[in-house]
């Protein structure tokens, strides 16, 4: 827009700045209120951005789904991060967790975690800790955080709730004929 047309719109600079702020805003932020791309990394969070960011590729890791953006990921950890910010206990198991899995990639890798190349390579160092209580309470924080999503559903090709769809029965799949 030019200078003559915004003025011409009964506009000042500024409103129009304003406006175009507002407008650049409101594209970046999703209806769900999460921000797209990588712009979550740097949004405020108990955990350290880099304990965030290495806990949405692990995440990635325990549910692999080339289909899915990252941002889906993030807001399965935020959960986490949102009782973190609650309870220093679990800050503690979250940035404890994450650091000393950092040290076993940059033991085994040479890099932190979430820098590691190869996805086997990161897989392993899973596998390693999945006793541990941070394994453990990151992957069972991911059933409900990433899968509860309704934007996702789709992709996986749930329909959401039947009841107020009058049940499954009568809407196709009462076909199961591998029954006798």
């Known amino acids: 827009m030019t200078t003559q047309s915004i003025a011409a ?3 000042s600079r500024r409103v129009f700045l304003r ?3 507002t407008t650049l ?3 970046t932020i999703l209806p769900s209120g999460l921000v797209q791309g990588r712009a979550w990394a740097q949004m405020p969070k108990a955990t350290k951005p880099e ?7 692990m995440s990635r890791d ?3 789904h080339d289909r899915i953006e990252d941002k889906h990921y993030a807001t399965a950890v935020e959960i986490l991060d949102e009782a973190a910010r609650g309870s ?3 800050l503690t198991l979250l940035e404890d967790g994450m650091a000393a899995l950092n040290r076993a990639a940059a033991s085994a890798h040479g890099a932190p975690y979430a820098r590691v190349a190869a996805e086997a390579d990161r897989v392993a160092l899973l596998k ?3 006793p541990s209580p941070f394994f453990q309470k990151v992957r069972g924080n991911l059933v409900v955080g990433l899968y509860n999503q309704k934007d996702l559903w789709p992709l996986f090709g749930y329909e959401g709730s039947s009841f107020d769809k ?3 029965l009568e809407r196709g799949f009462n076909d199961i004929d591998w029954l006798a």
């Open 88 to 90: 220093p206990d679990q």
């Open 62 to 64: 325990c549910y692999p």
């Open 166 to 168: 009058g049940g499954y």
């Open 25 to 27: 805003l409101a594209m």
């Open 9 to 11: 719109a009964g506009l």
């Open 128 to 130: 390693a800790i999945e």
């Open 19 to 21: 406006g175009a702020g």
């Open 51 to 57: 304990t965030f960011a290495s806990l949405v590729q």
